[in-house]
Every structure is written in C-alpha cells, then in structure tokens.
C-alpha cells in the first residue's frame, strides 16, 4: 500500500476530530472532502506516472487541489474558533 501524499489528516493533523464531525454534519464541507479527495488522489497518480498526464492538465489539478484545501482550512478555522 503506497502513502499518499497530502492527505487532510497529514495536512491537518490537529483537526482530525473536526473533520470527521464536519464531514457527518455538514454536507457542504463533506462535499469539499470528497472532492479534495478524489483530486488529491488523481494529482497523487498523475505525479506517479500510473496515470500520466500533461504538465497542463497536472497544474491545473494541483490548482483545484489548493484551492479546495484553501477553502476546507477556512472552514476549519471558523469551526474552531
């Protein structure tokens, strides 16, 4: 089993908690999990060469990535404070 890199439990290792509540309790954050998942894991293959692709198109995913992780450690913030 290979480690992926830039999981939000590694990225977010102190929030581990909030993000599971979030995820069973709002639908918008856990939509952002998911999609950040799903990207993450594409970006992950993509840099692995099992699903290559052009520099372009894995740009553009890691931009989506940010972004989505962007948005998913605003949330986290505001649920914390």
């Known amino acids: 089993m290979t480690n992926t890199p830039h999981e939000l439990a590694e990225e977010f290792p102190d929030k581990a908690e909030l993000i599971h509540t979030l995820k069973q309790n709002d639908a918008h954050f856990a939509r952002l999990f998911d999609e950040y998942h799903q990207i993450n894991g594409a970006v992950h293959r ?33 649920a914390a404070a």
Do not use: C, Q, Y
């Open 46 to 78: 993509a840099e692995t060469d099992i699903e290559p692709t052009d520099d372009f198109h894995l740009t553009e995913m890691r931009k989506t990535r940010m972004n989505l992780k962007d948005e998913i450690a605003r949330i986290l913030r505001t």
